[in-house]
Antibody, heavy 117, light 111 residues
Framework: EVVLVASGGGLAQPGGSLRLSCAASGFNITNYWMSWVRQDPGKGLQWLANIRQDGREKYYVGSVRGRFTISRDNARNSMYLEMNSLRAEDTSIYYC??????????WGQGTMVTVSS | DVVMTQSPLSLPVTLGQPASISCRSSQSLGTSDGNTYLNWFQQRPGQSPRRLIYKVSKRGSGVPDRFSGSGSGTDFTLKISRVEADDLGIYYCMQGTHWPYTFGQGTKLEI
């Protein structure tokens, strides 16, 4: 079965850090750009960042640039999101997705991040 | 950033009847390579989003042919020929032409 599993979410304090992981199974992520997308509970979707197949090209949305870092380990068939200087407004469900041809074709199940004191 | 505006935000439907959702972008989504990177996603209650349509009108794997996409430039439409109970949820358009990628606010399809 082709699956993406996101993990690492939880409760963090404002100003704190979390590291999200995304493990792929049933396919090889080396064929794909990979992205992180988040969704405020009960609200819309926001693309956050993506990373090229070889990891050498990365893009971020302005609100997380300089605070979040996307990375990947193709040998482990995994992608990561290091989140620093967390704010209350980062509270969201975080999805990892495969990206091919400027579209998101496979979504993981999401991991919840709550930033609160 | 490109603003994606969907209408309506709530769409009451009748099972077996057609439904249509509009999506407008603040900039043209056409590219010099001839592609238009406009996508549609479906999110059923309690589930992750699922891709329905990419490049305006191409159906994703396993997507029923009841779903169709059309449009060009800044105006796009998702049509469901006959709504089924399984179609209830929220539909989002998303543009992949300009950085950063941006989504519409979502349209809730409900009975």
């Amino acid at each position: 079965e082709v699956v993406l599993v996101a993990s690492g979410g939880g409760l963090a304090q404002p100003g704190g850090s979390l590291r999200l992981s995304c493990a792929a199974s049933g396919f090889n992520i080396t064929n794909y750009w990979m992205s992180w997308v988040r969704q405020d509970p009960g609200k819309g979707l926001q693309w956050l960042a993506n990373i090229r197949q070889d990891g050498r090209e990365k893009y971020y949305v302005g609100s997380v640039r300089g605070r979040f870092t996307i990375s990947r380990d193709n040998a482990r068939n995994s992608m990561y999101l290091e989140m620093n200087s967390l704010r209350a407004e980062d509270t969201s469900i975080y999805y990892c997705v495969t990206e091919a041809g400027r579209t998101f074709d496979l979504w993981g199940q999401g991991t919840m991040v709550t930033v609160s004191s | 950033d490109v603003v994606m505006t969907q209408s309506p935000l709530s769409l009451p439907v009748t099972l077996g009847q057609p439904a249509s959702i509009s999506c407008r972008s603040s900039q043209s989504l056409g590219t010099s390579d001839g592609n238009t990177y406009l996508n549609w996603f479906q999110q059923r209650p309690g589930q992750s989003p699922r891709r329905l349509i990419y490049k305006v009108s191409k159906r994703g794997s396993g997507v029923p042919d009841r779903f169709s996409g059309s449009g060009s430039g800044t105006d796009f439409t998702l049509k469901i020929s006959r709504v089924e109970a399984d179609d209830l949820g929220i539909y989002y358009c998303m543009q992949g032409t300009h950085w950063p990628y941006t989504f519409g606010q979502g349209t809730k399809l409900e009975i």
